[in-house]
């Protein structure tokens, strides 16, 4: 089996008196996709910023690569390989799609930027078409292609991707969760949020559910997607 590449133990996290994560559990494989599905209010996102560090810990650990990564500050945890694609995208809409692109290259040297680029728009060609189009005039889905080609360009060892899918039409979607897939065939290990269950479930090859603040379920993809009780409260069947 492939190294465990994250490693999240016993994880509390708190707002004030709201408890948001009660003690969760959670390992990303090298090389894998690995979902986590649930309602919002889950404390999926919540989950999400600790192990990206922007919030802190009550209890538990965030082991990344074999090292504690619980009290390290953001910017040194992406300079470590965690790159997240944030729900909402939160792109810079008075910039270029260039400019946009190269903000998420701050982790990478120099000589290595034109080979990002040239991998992010093997994957996204509408952003080279869009090169020098301020990225406030993409179309929702190419502005979700924007943020998840800015995380790419970082180079992650584990790439977040934070409801990739949220408010895009479907054709939209099917494209970039085959991107997802592609990225992961080609050696990108993947933790993605998503409410769209189905669709992720289908490229994903572990899965949790989260439900206020609680992991309630967990296993491979395969035999998830046909789980009654997961049928019933998120596929929609």
Do not use: C, W
């Given at each position: ?136 005039s993409l179309s929702g889905g190419e502005q979700q ?56 479930l289908k490229i994903a090859n572990y899965a949790y ?29």
């Amino acid at each position: 089996m492939a190294n465990v590449l994250l490693d999240v133990k016993d994880l509390k996290v708190a707002y004030g008196a709201i408890e948001a994560l009660k003690g969760i559990n959670l390992k990303v494989h090298e090389g894998s996709i690995v979902a986590i599905l649930g309602a919002n209010g889950a404390g999926k996102t919540s989950l999400l910023k600790k192990i990206s560090g922007l919030i802190p810990a009550n209890e538990g650990t965030v082991m990344f690569n074999g090292e504690d990564i619980t009290k390290v500050a953001p910017e040194k945890i992406t300079h470590k390989g965690i790159i997240q694609s944030p729900e909402g995208r939160q792109i810079f809409g008075d910039l270029t799609v260039h400019e946009n692109l190269l903000i998420g290259a701050f982790t990478t040297k120099k000589d290595a930027i034109k080979e990002s680029l040239e991998r992010v728009y093997k994957y996204f060609p509408v952003l080279k078409e869009r090169n020098d189009q301020v990225a406030l005039s993409l179309s929702g889905g190419e502005q979700q292609m924007l943020a998840i080609g800015r995380a790419l360009m970082g180079k992650p060892k584990l790439l977040i991707l934070d409801e990739p899918s949220l408010g895009l039409a479907p054709l939209i979607v099917k494209d970039i969760f085959t991107i997802v897939k592609e990225l992961n065939q080609e050696g990108t290990t993947v933790l993605i949020v998503e409410q769209n269950a189905l669709q992720t479930l289908k490229i994903a090859n572990y899965a949790y559910v989260l439900q206020v603040g609680k992991m309630i379920k967990e296993g491979e993809s395969s035999v998830l997607i046909k789980d009654p009780e997961l049928i019933e409260a998120y596929l929609g069947k």
